[in-house]
């Protein structure tokens, strides 16, 4: 989505360099009109740019929320899960501790 984001701030870039190029090339006013032409472009092409960049921001921010927040999800299931799976271990560790022992209480009273 970034990516995303990313491209669409360049191509808003790239048209407004590219729209005033083609408006000094292609224009027959006289000099200082141009210049005022050309002002009021960057002008608008600023103002629009500000409002992308803080959409960008936005968007931005939101999915950044929404990761940190899956992340926290995720982390806490990790570690109630591991926990869950390491009281697992440790019983079956105990049962098969005792299965030894009386293994071994029985491979002693046989000799």
């Known amino acids: 989505m970034s990516n995303q984001l990313g491209n669409t701030f360049i191509a ?3 048209g407004a360099a590219v729209g005033a190029g083609l408006g000094m090339l292609f224009a027959p006013e006289e000099g200082t009109k141009m ?4 002002k009021k472009g960057f002008s608008q092409s600023k103002d629009g740019l500000s409002d992308k960049i803080e ?3 936005k968007q931005v921010k939101g999915v950044v929320e929404k990761k ?16 869950k799976k390491s ?14 022992k009386k293994e071994a209480a029985k491979v002693a009273n046989a000799k």
């Open 35 to 38: 210049r005022k032409k050309i």
């Open 12 to 14: 808003v870039l790239a």
């Open 87 to 100: 009281e697992d271990v440790i019983t079956a560790l105990e049962k098969k501790l005792a299965e030894l």
């Open 55 to 57: 959409e960008l921001k």
């Open 68 to 83: 940190k927040h899956d992340f926290e999800s995720g982390f806490e299931e990790l570690v109630s899960t591991t926990g």
